[in-house]
């Protein structure tokens, strides 16, 4: 299966749609009043939980594309990519201003202080050099090794992610749990995906010349 070029644009253009959802049922939810009795948490934990969700599906594209054949999924991770940063944004900036006013000595002492929030901050700062860099441009100037070599960083950021969710709730890690899990088949098949090239490439040095 590839779309042709009008196909692959509507697809994009579905999945950017798509992917406004969860802020979409956000504002909705404080429209009419439905954000719970902690509206500032709720709102917080929504957040973060699509950003683990979009670094977990991002993360998911390279083995969709082995396991289907259809290269052109690798047209879309990209877009998945940026929003898993624009929500850690907003994750983010909700803790910055409606959880801490902007009380920066507050800040410093949840960092040192609450090791979710360290693990969680972490892989925001992670994100960012990731998000900054994704476009074609910056691929071609610093290089295609250098460049995947600094987006593998992703990987380091999705294990962030889960632990910073696991510390968070503390009692019931069942979510965590799942994510844990999730992630857990994702860097497998990645691992046995890399020991089956580094393989191919040994066998083929090998072979008489």
């Not at 800040?107 to 202080?113: N, P, R, S, T």
């Not at 992670?126 to 074609?136: G, M, W």
Request: hydrophobic share 55%.
């Amino acid at each position: 299966m590839q779309p042709n070029p009008q196909q692959l644009a509507a697809i994009k253009a579905a999945l950017f749609a798509l992917c406004l959802v969860p802020l979409a049922r956000l504002g909705w939810l404080g429209y009419v009043d439905g954000l719970s009795a902690n509206p500032i948490e709720f709102i917080t934990r929504h957040l973060g939980t699509w950003t683990l969700n979009f670094l977990l599906i991002t993360l998911a594209v390279t083995p969709l594309r082995h396991l289907t054949g259809w290269h052109w999924l690798l047209r879309l991770r990209r877009m998945l990519g940026l929003y898993a940063f624009f929500y850690a944004l907003l994750h983010f900036l909700t803790y910055l201003w409606l959880d801490q006013f902007f009380d920066w000595a507050s800040i410093a002492k949840d960092l040192a202080k609450r090791p979710f929030i360290t693990a969680g901050f972490t892989a925001f700062v992670l994100l960012v050099p990731l998000a900054a860099t994704s476009n074609a441009a910056m691929v071609k100037r610093l290089g295609g090794r250098r460049w995947t070599q600094l987006h593998r960083t992703v990987y380091a950021i999705a294990i962030l992610g889960v632990i910073h969710y696991w510390w968070l709730v503390k009692k019931d890690i069942t979510l965590p749990l799942v994510y844990a899990v999730i992630l857990g088949a994702l860097l497998a098949f990645r691992a046995l995906r890399l020991s089956r090239e580094r393989q191919r490439q040994l066998e083929a040095y090998s072979r008489p010349r």
